[in-house]
């Protein structure tokens, strides 16, 4: 099952399958892209697991077994390919809540991100390599514009699994939060980057936007009522 709620602005989907550790089967897939339909305009986006345990522990190999054919693998690879490469293509910044575990396919959903924040008991890994296959739905690429092409090849090559510390260290992880506070961590994250302008340096960041464009959208910003507000808000420096 997928869930989505929406509060403030932040939409937050999460895989809640606990019989599996989250792990996505065909239908999950269908129930994401219904999910990041129904997510369209929000200003921020997070997704994550539930429970404690995993964030998502791959494919469910136990119903992807039935996959028996060249053509049935590739097509269920471009499935879910295209339903990461929409969440590394939402308009909004979009924030992976890493709860648990992040494995094989579930790192692949992790890195389609923009923010990964991770609790600190917390591991990930491309481990594909140990099962004889590879990472299909796009993060393998993703992995190497994070962490280079060499250490990439590492990871996913020798299925290398990381803790948080470590992965964070490799850029593979951006916060790592202990698990007491790390509800409250990634929610706050969200609702700071639910804002407008945060939407438009996701579109520079990712080079949406050339010069040009970019003077454009910041001056969309600047002449806004939100800008103006948060102007007069803003402290003044002390007067010599």
């Known amino acids: 099952m997928v869930d989505l709620e929406v509060d403030g602005g932040v939409a937050v989907i999460t895989i809640d399958r606990p019989e599996s550790r989250n792990a996505i089967a065909l239908a ?26 995993a964030f998502v522990s791959g494919g469910d190999l136990k119903q992807l077994a039935a996959l028996r054919t060249r053509e049935e693998a590739s097509a269920m690879a471009m499935r879910m390919r295209r339903i990461c490469d929409r969440i590394a293509s939402f ?20 890195v389609a991100a923009d923010i990964r924040v991770a609790a600190a008991d917390i591991k990930i ?12 739905w ?11 092409r060499s250490r990439a090849l590492l990871l996913a090559g020798t299925g290398a699994v990381l803790d948080a510390a470590e992965a964070e260290r490799a850029g593979l992880v951006d916060v790592v939060v202990p698990r007491d506070s790390f509800e409250e961590r990634w929610r706050a994250l969200a609702a700071e980057l639910a804002t407008p302008s945060a939407r438009e340096i996701k579109r520079v960041v990712s080079g949406a936007l050339g010069p040009g464009e970019a003077a454009l959208a910041f001056a969309d910003l600047w002449v806004a009522d939100a800008h103006w507000q948060a102007a007069t808000r803003s402290p003044r420096p002390p007067s010599r």
Do not use: W, Y
């Not at 219904?34 to 429970?51: M, P």
């Open 91 to 110: 308009p909004a910044p979009v924030v992976a809540a890493l709860n648990g575990h992040a494995l094989g396919g579930g790192a692949e959903v992790a």
């Open 125 to 136: 890994g491309f481990t594909q390599s140990k099962l004889a296959i590879m990472p299909a």
């Open 138 to 148: 796009g993060g393998a690429e993703r992995l190497a514009a994070l962490v280079g």
């Open 28 to 53: 999950t897939m269908g129930q994401l892209g219904k999910a990041l339909d129904a997510a369209a305009g929000a200003r921020a986006l997070v997704v994550r697991g539930a429970g404690d345990r």
